[in-house]
């Protein structure tokens, strides 16, 4: 499978509830309407471990088969309106998006 992986920075004044349920309930239906998508997981923070609080506030994952219907799922319409709507819910200057290879260890 061929992965992006994206860390999600909230919009500036919107509460970490409001961004999980603008997230979930608005935008993730965008998304999982990528053509070829396999899996599409999000991980939206609910609490730290220790002290510190990360930069980002929540990751998502999507995949796919490859790296050729990963490059026209990003190329497609259903891709331009996904992202077109992350300025409702995200800091898109400090949202951040990387291809990855995921290795299963359990």
Request: contains cysteine.
């Amino acid at each position: 499978m061929y992965h992006v992986v994206f860390l999600v920075t909230r919009k500036p004044g919107m509460s970490q509830d409001e961004f999980i349920d603008y997230w979930i309930n608005r935008h993730t239906p965008l998304t999982a309407n990528l053509p070829g998508l396999r899996e599409y997981r999000c991980y939206p923070m609910i609490a730290t471990m220790g002290d510190q609080r990360p930069s980002f506030d929540a990751v998502a994952y999507i995949a796919f088969d490859d790296e050729a219907s990963c490059t026209a799922a990003l190329e497609s319409d259903e891709f331009t309106t996904a992202v077109g709507d992350g300025v409702n819910f995200q800091n898109v200057d400090e949202t951040y998006g990387y291809f990855a290879r995921e290795y299963r260890i359990v």
